[in-house]
T-cell receptor, first 111, second 117 residues
Framework: KNQVEQSPQSLIILEGKNCTLQ??????????LRWYKQDTGRGPVSLTI?????NTKSNGRYTATLDADTKQSSLHITASQLSDSASYIC??????????FGKGTRLHILP | GAVVSQHPSRVICKSGTSVKIECRSL??????MFWYRQFPKKSLMLMAT?????????EQGVEKDKFLINHASLTLSTLTVTSAHPEDSSFYIC?????????????FGDGTRLSIL
């Protein structure tokens, strides 16, 4: 069954700290994996995209990793800021154009 | 970067009203547009996929007569919720993709919060 599982469901950290969000998937055939940030009441915004051959992709303080063998991805946020408070969604695309969304991790940054 | 504009951002209306939501790609041609529904603290649920000039493909369980989708041009798709009822209250998000291939990113609108009284 094609699934995308994210952990933790929610996370609270202090401003300035680092954190890592996890995404495990069982999607096949795999095409690409994206991480999105969704602020409350807004649409998702793409942070990174990785294909099968890519292990790491950075976008500012966001660094995504992909292990295609174990079907795991992570999103690392460095030196968190209050504006990082949002839901982070892992999205995996199949080769047949189907897109499977994870349920997201809700991140809260405390001052 | 690519921008998708969704309008209106918020609608409050009485039960039985039909509501139209517009999704526009502002700086690229969207060969494919997607409509999603999102309940609080839940992930996006794909409702339908539409390609310009052809009928939309609806996901299982989504009533096509209830949720009318039109994708008449490469920059505009509309979702009409017909005879809306309180259970239709939700956050509706559109996305648009150009190029016609899955590796092209989806660009999301900012959503429409629909509240049916």
């Amino acid at each position: 069954k094609n699934q995308v599982e994210q952990s933790p469901q929610s996370l609270i950290i202090l401003e300035g700290k680092n954190c890592t969000l996890q995404c495990n998937y069982t999607v096949s055939p795999f095409s690409n994996l994206r991480w999105y940030k969704q602020d409350t009441g807004r649409g998702p915004v793409s942070l990174t995209i990785m294909t099968f051959s890519e292990n790491t992709k950075s976008n500012g303080r966001y660094t995504a990793t992909l292990d295609a063998d174990t079907k795991q991805s992570s999103l690392h946020i460095t030196a968190s800021q209050l504006s990082d408070s949002a839901s982070y969604i892992c999205v995996v695309s199949r080769g047949d154009d189907k897109i499977i969304f994870g349920k997201g991790t809700r991140l809260h940054i405390l001052p | 970067g690519a921008v998708v504009s969704q309008h209106p951002s918020r609608v409050i209306c009485k039960s039985g009203t039909s509501v139209k939501i517009e999704c526009r790609s502002l700086d690229f041609q969207a060969t494919t547009m997607f409509w999603y529904r999102q309940f609080p603290k839940k992930s996006l649920m794909l409702m339908a996929t539409s390609n310009e000039g052809s009928k939309a493909t609806y996901e299982q369980g989504v009533e096509k007569d209830k949720f009318l989708i039109n994708h008449a041009s490469l920059t505009l798709s509309t979702l009409t919720v017909t005879s809306a009822h309180p259970e239709d209250s939700s956050f509706y998000i559109c996305s648009a993709r150009g190029g016609g291939v899955s590796n092209q990113p989806q660009h999301f609108g900012d959503g429409t919060r629909l509240s049916i009284l």
